[in-house]
């Protein structure tokens, strides 16, 4: 499932001097290869998608990938979000951003496009407690921990769950 983005294929925004737009996935393959090589170089290598499991996951129903790339036509992609929605309730499954892009709000532009398209229920994401810049973004956002989920990343390393209601 995509949302709109307001009606439209993309949003642009400009913030702290970066200027980059959101979009909807539409099936691009150079979007997925990518997403991959962003996944290959922020992520362990446990957590990281191949394009060819990442090809996957988005034709999965209620899947929601929005990503950030230049506002200039390249397919060049800053950052992205995955989830899966349904009609109560939103799961953040990952928020990444190359790390050229960080501390420019795409992160946070790309969570609050995706609150745009689910209004209502509760939204939750898992989060490593070491990672500090995430949960001081997903603390300034409004999520809330919410219990701990032990063993989570690997034996002896937990996460936190996150949740945060969304408006009605």
Same mark, same amino acid.
């Given at each position: 499932? @995509?949302c709109s983005l307001?009606?439209?294929?993309?949003?642009?925004?400009?913030?702290?001097?970066?200027?980059?737009? @959101?979009?909807?996935?539409?099936?691009?393959? *150079?979007?997925?290869?990518?997403?991959?090589?962003?996944? *290959?170089?922020?992520?362990?290598?446990?957590?990281? =998608?191949?394009?060819?499991? @990442?090809?996957?996951?988005?034709?999965?129903? $209620?899947?929601?990938?929005?990503?950030?790339?230049?506002?200039?036509?390249s397919v060049e992609?800053?950052?992205? =979000?995955?989830? +899966?929605? $349904?009609? +109560?309730?939103?799961?953040?499954?990952?928020?990444?951003?190359? *790390?050229?892009?960080?501390?420019?709000?795409?992160?946070?532009?790309?969570?609050?496009?995706? +609150?745009?398209?689910?209004? *209502?229920?509760?939204?939750? @994401?898992?989060?490593?407690?070491?990672?500090?810049?995430?949960l001081a973004l997903?603390?300034?956002?409004? +999520?809330?921990?919410?219990?701990?989920?032990?063993?989570?990343?690997?034996?002896?390393?937990?996460?936190?769950?996150?949740?945060?209601?969304?408006?009605?």
């Amino acid at each position: 499932m @995509l949302c709109s983005l307001g009606g439209s294929p993309w949003v642009e925004l400009v913030y702290a001097g970066c200027h980059y737009k @959101l979009e909807r996935y539409t099936a691009q393959d *150079k979007v997925i290869e990518s997403i991959s090589a962003i996944e *290959k170089k922020c992520l362990p290598r446990t957590l990281a =998608l191949s394009a060819e499991e @990442l090809r996957a996951v988005v034709k999965r129903p $209620n899947t929601v990938l929005l990503y950030a790339t230049p506002r200039h036509g390249s397919v060049e992609v800053y950052g992205y =979000l995955l989830a +899966f929605q $349904n009609r +109560f309730a939103l799961h953040i499954s990952k928020v990444v951003v190359a *790390k050229p892009h960080r501390r420019c709000g795409v992160a946070r532009a790309l969570i609050q496009e995706v +609150f745009s398209c689910t209004k *209502k229920g509760s939204a939750t @994401l898992h989060v490593d407690p070491a990672n500090t810049a995430a949960l001081a973004l997903y603390n300034s956002i409004g +999520f809330e921990v919410d219990g701990i989920l032990e063993d989570y990343y690997s034996a002896g390393k937990p996460a936190h769950k996150l949740a945060k209601q969304l408006e009605q």
